[in-house]
């Protein structure tokens, strides 16, 4: 990105605990492995999910191509290297820097990569070149079509159904990137692909630029496809850090081990922060200052400060921080009842420094028992199971002023008389709640339960299932295993980023080929995200089709992602955007890129803000104290 003060963007991802084996808090410990499934399907209205046939081939389901770690020199295609589009493009230097890492070139603006990775013959090349109808089951089955993707990831792995690949054609094709990789044999079929290739990609394409994929393979001498896919790339990288529970991690201990681990975006593997001893339903502070979980086997509860490398603050001698809902920036929590804790306190307002209970008779006066609760990014609205009217089946809202812990106008924002609702989380605007609504009151998709994801304004009131998101697509589903109702525990990224708001959430659908539905007897739930668009309007889904958190573990039950800031940076510290600033504004002074006080005039995207106009941006809106620009639709 260019502006007249340089600015950056990069913050994200990471880690969590759970409670050892039989610890019953988990959010989610089994469930039943199904198989991978081949269920085929098509996007009827949604356009979701399935690939299409370019040149014959099929839909999508179970494949892998094991290939070579290298981007490979720049070779020639039929003898000429080739661009997209006869017109150029528009590459910015990032991009062309980071082609140049791959063996590619910038050509006219365009980023040119010939990656031979399987080191194929001529004459392979030539027939995959060609295409063909042999394999008619060939299909994608990760990543889905239609998926937004965001800068400083690890670039997923491609995983198709069909007979085994003795090698692969795949063509990356935007307005400004142009990527040819030749693959070898793999079964099933999985290409994963270079990273700095992707990297390239993700920062060549624009925000109106669609990023065509198409993949040919040869099998036995037969050659199908391509089949192809389209994807979009947010303008923006991922933020913040994923603090998540996790059971028998082989990092955290193996077999009937139990912690809470950190992701950041982009990282290979995540950290353990706490292990053993009942670590396990935790929630975090959006400003990444404040970390609570149950302890002791999940009898007690605890406070880590993670400012001080996850410090314990106070141990509390009993659950009262067990799912805590805590303010942004960790200095209240609102403890929760009934459901995912088991002491029966009432849902009152802590300081999870101390431990000690807050007088909030406008609260106490009025809630006895608050499910699963959240406060807004803003901290001036508080969200939860409404338990006391609506048995589990409800959703609601209250106002909330720090000063004073004032609660005002309580509102039921949803209700599902046959489901349980749980997990709700704020958008960054504060104008959505996203949650969970369930077939069980254990607010997850295991022992036979099922559960998606909707969405709901606190003003207009009217629910809507985030379809993209779930799988599902017209009166079917886009997923190759056909399991999208086995959604839960949904959280937010604070800030927008590139665009668009980002939701992680924990899924036991199938991951590709690689695994299965209901994973491990329905053990393994894993980490999904999903890209969800600014100013949703009620009935129009805002969602996108969803994609696996690439550095988790995969030989473990993952759950329960929480996402939120790093703690932010002083003045003279390095920085990528203005929102890492404890100040909000970074940019380049006397060649250096730091945390900087408030200069003259405007704020660039991610930058601080208190109104839209505030933004240099004319498009721009002020999201949750910070510049943010909206994707085109």
């Not at 529970?245 to 082989?250: G, Q």
């Not at 028992?369 to 048995?391: C, Q, R, W, Y």
Request: some cysteine; proline content about 6%.
């Amino acid at each position: 990105m260019t502006h007249a003060r340089k600015a950056g963007a990069l913050l994200w991802v990471a880690v969590m605990a759970a409670t050892f084996a039989a610890a019953s808090c988990s959010a989610s410990k089994t469930n039943t492995v199904t198989g991978s499934g081949t269920t085929s399907s098509t996007s009827p209205s949604s356009g979701v999910g399935g690939a299409s046939a370019a040149n014959g081939g099929g839909s999508s389901g179970d494949i892998t191509v094991a290939v070579g770690n290298g981007a490979g020199g720049m070779t020639s295609v039929n003898g000429s290297t080739t661009t997209s589009g006869a017109g150029g493009g528009d590459a910015p230097a990032d991009a062309c820097t980071v082609c140049a890492e791959a063996g590619g070139a910038c050509k006219n603006g365009v980023c040119v990569i010939v990656d031979e990775v399987g080191k194929l013959a001529p004459e392979t090349k030539d027939l995959l070149e060609k295409g063909g109808k042999a394999d008619t089951t060939f299909r994608f089955v990760y990543p889905y079509d239609k998926t937004v993707f965001a800068r400083g990831l690890l670039p997923p792995t491609l995983q198709f159904e069909g007979a085994k690949a003795d090698a692969v054609l795949v063509t990356i094709k935007a307005a400004s990137y142009d990527y040819t990789g030749y693959f070898g044999a793999s079964n099933p079929i999985r290409v994963p692909l270079p990273a700095k290739a992707w990297e390239a990609m993700t920062l060549a394409a624009g925000a109106k630029d669609p990023v065509k994929v198409a993949v040919t393979k040869i099998s036995a001498g037969k050659v199908t496809g391509p089949i192809a896919e389209t994807w979009a790339v947010a303008q923006g990288s991922l933020k913040g850090t994923i603090y998540y529970e996790t059971y028998d991690s082989p990092l955290a201990g193996g077999p009937a081990s139990v912690g809470i681990m950190r992701l950041d975006p982009g990282k290979l593997q995540p950290t353990v922060v706490k292990s053993g001893c009942g670590n396990t339903c935790h929630t975090a502070s959006a400003d990444g200052s404040t970390l609570v979980s149950a302890t002791g086997f999940v009898l007690n509860s605890v406070s880590y400060d993670l400012k001080k490398g996850a410090a314990t603050m106070k141990v509390q001698p009993d659950q009262s921080f067990t799912y805590g809902g805590l303010y942004p920036d960790g200095s209240l929590l609102m403890s929760s009842t009934h459901y995912r804790t088991w002491s029966g306190l009432p849902s009152r307002i802590y300081d999870p420094k101390t431990g000690a209970q807050l007088p909030a008779p406008s609260w106490s006066n009025v809630i006895t028992n608050g499910g699963t609760p959240a406060f807004s990014p803003d901290g001036k609205a508080i969200v939860f199971n409404h338990e006391d009217t609506g048995g589990g089946h409800t959703i609601a809202t209250m106002a909330f002023t720090a000063k004073g812990l004032v609660f005002s106008n309580l509102q039921d924002i949803a209700t599902h008389p046959d489901r349980f609702l749980g997990w709700p989380a704020f958008t960054p605007d504060t104008k959505q709640v996203i949650y969970q609504s369930g077939t069980k009151e254990s607010f997850e998709t295991n022992d036979g339960a099922k559960g998606d994801l909707f969405m709901v304004s606190p003003t207009s009131k009217k629910p809507h299932r985030l379809d993209a998101l779930d799988g599902y697509a017209g009166s079917g589903t886009y997923l190759p295993a056909n399991d999208p109702d086995l959604n839960f525990a949904p959280t937010i990224l604070p800030v927008a980023v590139g665009g668009y708001f980002w939701v992680i959430f924990t899924s036991h659908r199938s991951y590709g080929n690689t695994l299965p539905s209901l994973d491990n007897n329905g053990t393994n739930g894993k980490l999904w995200v999903s890209a969800i668009d600014i100013d949703a309007t009620d009935g129009i889904d805002p969602s996108h089709p969803a994609f696996y958190l690439e550095g988790q573990e995969l030989k473990a039950n993952n759950l329960r992602g929480f996402w939120v800031l790093a703690p932010c940076k002083a003045v003279g510290q390095g920085c990528k955007t203005g929102d890492e600033c404890c100040d909000g504004y970074c940019y380049e002074v006397d060649g250096k890129v730091q945390c900087q006080p408030k200069p003259d005039g405007c704020s660039q995207e991610f930058e601080k803000c208190t109104k839209a106009s505030d933004c240099c941006d004319p498009g721009a809106e002020c999201i949750n104290g910070f510049c943010a620009i909206p994707a085109p639709k």
